[in-house]
């Protein structure tokens, strides 16, 4: 599947905010938020919806509903909870589970220390959530530690994402589709996006 870019005035200006190194705390932590809700409403094109009838102030009337509870959300920690508010406020009852990795600095390999989610994750459509796909590594266990579970429907929201990472998960996940607000040019040699935004972790929580 070809990775999805949502190019939209609104998303630029949002993301141009972001970017710059003199966006406090606070307002970095809503724009991650408002542009996850972005995000998650176009990864959500595809949704079936049922039938229901529901009665309004006037009259029964036949329409159509999602079924929430078919749906988790998966933040990778600690900056992929930096997004869970934009897209919790989309689908309010889906599940959430939580995979925790962080970056050898080293290597510049993802470890993995911690994995929860829902019991019956593997009759939900699972949607990833992490603000950059730098390398892909993350994402790549992620997916792959879902599959192990037996998750047949996976989708990844990121905010950057770098072509190298792009391509190592549609060379190896071509089932799983990608949305993100924007792709930058490439990794430096420390493997960090550029232009990007710096930390989205440190930048999310302020511990930078």
């Known amino acids: 599947m070809k990775t999805i870019e949502l190019n939209h005035p609104l998303i630029t200006h949002k ?104 019991k019956d994750i593997e009759k939900r459509e699972v949607i990833i959530v992490d603000p950059m796909l730098a390398t892909g590594g993350s994402a790549l266990d992620a997916i792959s530690l879902l599959k192990e579970k037996g ?18 998960v549609e060379e190896n996940h071509p089932d799983v589709q990608i949305y993100t607000a924007c792709i930058d040019k490439r990794l430096n040699k420390n493997n960090y996006i550029v232009p990007g935004l710096g930390d989205a972790g440190d930048r999310i929580f302020g511990t930078k």
């Open 151 to 168: 998750v047949k429907k996976i989708k990844f929201l990121c905010i950057i994402a770098a072509p190298e990472g792009i391509k190592l």
């Open 15 to 118: 993301l141009a905010i972001l970017r710059d190194e003199k966006t406090g705390t606070k307002k970095f932590r809503e724009l991650t938020s408002e542009l996850a809700m972005l995000l998650c409403y176009e990864a959500m094109k595809d949704a079936k919806l049922e039938k229901v009838t529901v009665q309004t102030p006037l009259q029964k009337m036949n329409t159509y509903m999602l079924d929430e509870h078919k749906y988790a959300f998966v933040p990778i920690l600690r900056a992929g909870t930096g997004m869970l508010d934009g897209v919790i406020s989309v689908i309010p009852n889906a599940k959430i589970g939580h995979i925790g990795m962080y970056r050898d600095e080293k290597t510049f390999k993802p470890v993995n220390y911690f994995f929860k989610v829902p």
